[in-house]
């Protein structure tokens, strides 16, 4: 993790993130930051000024094979949005609570590309993004050849 002056682009204190390889970044409303733990999928919350995990939370059962986290959104009530390439329900989408705990699910993975895809289904997905509000999520998924972007409304206030 290296930090830098604006438009000086001096390394202010670089932080090493030694053992762990981490998938996605987001922030929350009140500027925490977190990250994915790719290698046993839990959500991190990771300390910007030290780089040390403060804290965790799993995203799948103890040694739960086939299940794996690919990138996250915060909407602003602190609840997460976790993308998911794979997982054991086929969600594409599970949305988690600002305490870890599982809210509901959006979308269904699919394991071969279709000629056309149905609606809700999502083929090797690699992004997530919520607009500031929450009221839309855009999620990223395709094929190598292909490639969606889709628009999902959340909230309709």
């Keep these: 993790l290296l ?3 604006p438009n ?4 202010i204190n670089p932080l090493p993130l ?13 500027n925490q930051l977190f990250t994915i733990r790719d290698e046993d999928g839990f959500l991190v919350e ?7 995990e403060i804290n965790s939370i799993p995203l799948k059962e103890y040694n739960q094979g086939g299940v794996q986290p690919q ?7 602190g609840n997460y949005y976790v993308l998911y390439t794979s997982s054991a329900e086929n969600a594409a989408v599970r949305i988690y609570d600002p305490s870890g ?13 279709q000629s056309e895809w149905t609606e809700g289904s999502y083929f090797e997905p690699g992004a997530i993004a919520l607009t500031p ?3 839309y999520a855009f999620i990223v998924d395709g094929d190598g050849a292909t490639y969606y972007l889709t628009c999902l409304l959340l909230r309709t206030d």
Excluded: H, K
């Design 3 to 5: 930090s830098y002056l």
């Design 8 to 11: 000086s682009y001096e390394i």
């Design 18 to 30: 030694d053992g762990s390889s981490y998938a996605s970044l987001a922030f929350n409303s009140e």
């Design 46 to 52: 990771i300390d910007p000024l030290t780089g040390l």
């Design 71 to 77: 990138d996250l959104a915060i909407d602003r009530d």
């Design 101 to 113: 705990f599982f809210m509901s699910s959006i979308g269904t993975l699919i394991s071969q590309p």
């Design 133 to 135: 509000d929450a009221r």
